[in-house]
């Protein structure tokens, strides 16, 4: 079968990415390789996004080009607008130069997107996508990050704003996601050969519920392996005919 017709299809219907709406829209390079901490790899792509955005009709508030993967912060300026032509075009055009150029593909056969709420807000996204090279340690501050900026007014050098942004897939529960104890029992267990790991997840997890209290998740008890349940099981069996035995002597 080709891989064609395996692939996920993770995107909103066509009508989603028309108008005048904000997306953030995340490209991974082919492979996840750092193709762009070249800066002859990378300035081509910022230089084809200027032009591929002016000619479908939408903004750039932010784009960060980090090694691997790039983020932008699009925004359509009219009602005819589309979000899959734009990205589309562009990594036609890029991927086309950049495998001319150096003979290997460029571009990841999809992408990602996010359509913003009206919660979201415009700078706090843009500065979400520029301290991203921050989060990664290569630098201290967005504005040192060559690769990084906007095509609009917004800009590196304003104050960020008060209350940062916190994307729907990393947000506080994602954060504490592995403080529960289903984290750390479906990631952590050391389950025994002879159980599947799915099964004895699920087991772990229905007997840490036993343990929430009032709201509060208490630590459960120190888990028994499997083969050491099957043990106790058997010393029981063994003392119980014991016992048996011995009513049966006297």
């Known amino acids: 079968m080709p891989a064609s017709l395996n692939r996920k299809n993770i995107r909103l219907p066509a009508l989603n990415y028309v108008g005048m709406r904000e997306y953030f829209v995340t490209i991974c ?28 009709s939408f903004a750039v508030h932010a784009y960060c ?5 790039l983020h932008i912060l ?65 630098c201290a501050h967005p504005a040192e990050f060559p690769y990084s900026g906007s095509f609009t007014r917004l800009s590196r050098d304003q104050a960020p704003p008060d209350r940062p942004w916190n994307a729907p897939w990393t947000g506080d529960k994602a954060q504490n996601a592995w403080r529960s104890p289903r984290a750390r029992l479906v990631l952590s267990a050391p389950f025994s050969r002879h159980v599947s790991s799915r099964h004895a997840a699920h087991r772990e997890v229905l007997h840490a519920k036993k343990f929430r209290r009032g709201g ?31 009513e049966m002597a006297t």
């Open 65 to 69: 080009c980090m090694p691997d993967h």
């Open 29 to 56: 390079c082919h492979g996840r390789e750092p193709l762009f901490a070249r800066r002859e790899n990378a300035l081509p792509i910022l230089e084809q996004l200027q032009s591929s955005a002016g000619q479908h």
């Open 216 to 246: 509060v998740v208490k630590t459960p008890p120190r888990r028994i392996g499997t083969t050491r349940c099957a043990l106790f099981y058997s010393l029981r069996v063994v003392r119980r005919a014991c016992c048996y035995s011995v």
């Open 74 to 138: 699009a925004a359509g300026s009219s009602e005819s607008s589309d979000l899959l032509s734009f990205v589309n075009s562009f990594k036609e055009h890029t991927g086309y130069e950049f495998t001319q150029r150096t003979g290997r593909p460029l571009w990841q056969f999809k992408f990602y997107d996010h359509i913003l709420r009206g919660g979201d807000g415009i700078e706090r996204v843009a500065w979400y996508i520029w301290m991203n090279p921050v989060r990664k340690g290569l």
